[in-house]
């Protein structure tokens, strides 16, 4: 098993309401299995390549190929002392997902087949519009999702400043929606910038610009303030970006914090994990929305019956065509798999990817 780790610049500078970026780093796993080589990924620090080499490999290494969850509970038991939450999970998904990638190939399946598949399609919904966009970068940002590819909703940055600029954040919200007009719908994500009664007071004036999805209006660590924010206001309240375990949906989901369940396949514990969270959200009858990593969040979508739609999120979009052959189209508003395929279909442009290696 090989773990690397790339960082790859991003085109301007970026922002959302509590955090700045230049650059996203990416390790990516080839897990060599018999005659196959299975493919992974996660967005996290580097030192998960050092977790995988020297935690997770000596432990999963020389078992069946076919049996991914035993490789994955050998993993679990393995890293007890670290903590799972954070890095550690972060670099059990990349290997898992490698792993599915593999077994799929050695059986000469789609992902999604072995995985279950329960669908045709799923949509993906264009995700970016940062607060460090002028006017112009967030209207050609825009108009590429909704004129160009035709995707049925779009998901803008507020909270700017940790909340501090919530009138620019109004404003920016009503020049989207004069931008996409009623073609698509308008979702934003606060990035947990907002106080409880702040969130509450700007959700009533994003209901009256019909604004359908509230993401981490509050920290998502605060559950009771996601649930005030959820009975207040119309837009339906997201989170779950920072599930690293199961015992994390289980208790947004307990807590009624949520109305649409968020996880990362990169970073939640990988494919088994997801349909475990979106097992524990059927049961609550909510619906799961896929964090990030679209290409690979897309095969276990696929294999999930209670799926909104995944997060076809701008960087992550760009990285994963500059790196990655055979990644998934969203034009027209919904991504398709090649069910003639094999794996996840997706195979790793080392050479592209060389100039951003950091380890
Ligand atoms: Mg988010």
């Given at each position: 098993m090989r773990a690397s780790a790339y960082r790859v610049p991003t085109e301007v500078a970026e922002a959302d309401g509590t955090l700045a970026w230049s650059a996203t780093t990416i390790v990516v796993v080839q897990a060599e299995v018999g005659d196959v080589l299975g493919l992974g990924w996660t967005y996290a620090d580097g030192a998960c390549a050092a977790l995988v080499h020297d935690v997770l490999a000596p432990v999963v290494e020389?078992?069946?190929?076919?049996?991914v969850p035993a490789a994955w509970l050998a993993m679990q038991r393995a890293i007890r002392n670290l903590g799972r939450p954070g890095l550690v999970s972060c670099a059990m998904s990349a290997v898992e997902i490698a792993l599915w990638d593999a077994a799929a190939r050695l059986l000469g399946l789609p992902l999604c087949r072995l995985l279950g598949r329960v669908r045709e399609s799923v949509p993906v919904y264009g995700s970016g519009g940062f607060t460090s966009y002028d006017d112009q970068q967030l209207g050609e940002q825009l108009q590429r999702w909704?004129?160009?590819?035709?995707?049925a909703a779009v998901k803008i940055k507020i909270g700017a400043g940790w909340g501090s600029r919530a009138d620019r954040d109004l404003e920016r919200v009503d020049l989207a929606r004069e931008m996409i007009g009623s073609r698509a719908e308008l979702y934003v994500d606060a990035n947990g910038a907002y106080g409880t009664g702040q969130a509450v007071r700007i959700g009533r004036r994003l209901d009256e610009r019909e604004v359908l999805w509230f993401e981490e209006?509050?920290?998502?660590?605060d559950l009771s303030g996601l649930r005030r924010v959820r009975e207040a206001v119309g837009a339906d309240v997201a989170a779950g970006e920072y599930g690293y375990h199961l015992p994390y949906f289980a208790a947004m989901l307990e807590a009624e914090a949520v109305d649409c369940l968020q996880a990362d396949v990169t970073r939640c514990g990988g494919f088994g994990e997801w349909l475990r969270a979106a097992a524990v959200a059927a049961a609550r009858n909510r619906e799961m929305s896929s964090h990030c990593a679209q290409n690979l969040a897309a095969h276990v979508a696929m294999a999930t019956a209670n799926v909104r739609h995944l997060e076809g999120f701008h960087d992550h979009d760009r990285i994963e065509r500059m790196f990655f052959d055979g990644t998934l189209d969203p034009a027209g508003g919904e991504v398709r798999v090649d069910m003639s395929g094999t794996g996840h279909g997706m195979t790793f442009k080392e050479v592209d990817a060389e100039r951003f290696r950091v380890s």
């Open positions: 020389g078992g069946d190929g076919l049996d909704v004129f160009d590819q035709e995707l209006p509050v920290s998502s660590d």
